[in-house]
């Protein structure tokens, strides 16, 4: 099953989150020492799901979230019929079971349904699973950016998708 995440899945989503930073880490900005160190976890999870800017959905197996991805809306007139796809991950233990393919498709048909025109993402160049999902959901590199991110001495290269929706 796949829905809306609300803020009353804000604790199932921060273990999720923290699951995510610890088994791929080298795939978020953000560390996972950096995000458990913030003030509030909960109440920020809470804010960030009821924010109008984003929709989070979950997919959930036997009642358990398994996987998640999120939109992010561009709110200047110029960019708005572009959006994010960010903060996408499946639960190790539920891979490999179409979670992610009906994740993007999920996020694709409400993007469109907000008249979203475009969707991006950025994807590191070492996770080659990601990149063969997002290329069989239709999604194009464009670019890849040597050195997005470095943890621990090492680079990682991001490369930029996107899918046209119309």
Not at 36 to 59: H, K, M, Q, W
């Amino acid at each position: 099953m796949i829905r809306e995440l609300t803020a009353e899945d804000a604790n199932d989503y921060w273990d999720l989150r923290l699951e995510a930073l610890k088994t791929n880490g080298e795939a978020f900005a953000i560390t996972y020492e950096e995000s458990n160190s913030r003030s509030n976890p909960i109440e920020r999870v809470e804010n960030n799901l009821s924010s109008p800017g984003s929709i989070t959905f979950g997919a959930f197996i036997d009642g358990n979230l398994a996987g998640n991805v999120t939109i992010l809306y561009n709110t200047l007139e110029k960019m708005k019929h572009k959006a994010s796809i960010v903060a996408m991950y499946v639960s190790p233990h539920f891979r490999k079971r179409g979670l992610g393919r009906a994740l993007l498709a999920e996020a694709e048909k409400t993007a469109k349904s907000s008249q979203v025109e475009l969707l991006q993402l950025t994807v590191v160049t070492s996770n080659p699973s990601a990149v063969k999902l997002y290329e069989k959901t239709g999604f194009v590199s464009f670019g890849v950016e040597k050195h997005a991110m470095k943890s621990n001495r090492e680079y990682y290269d991001e490369m930029w998708m996107s899918k046209e929706l119309v």
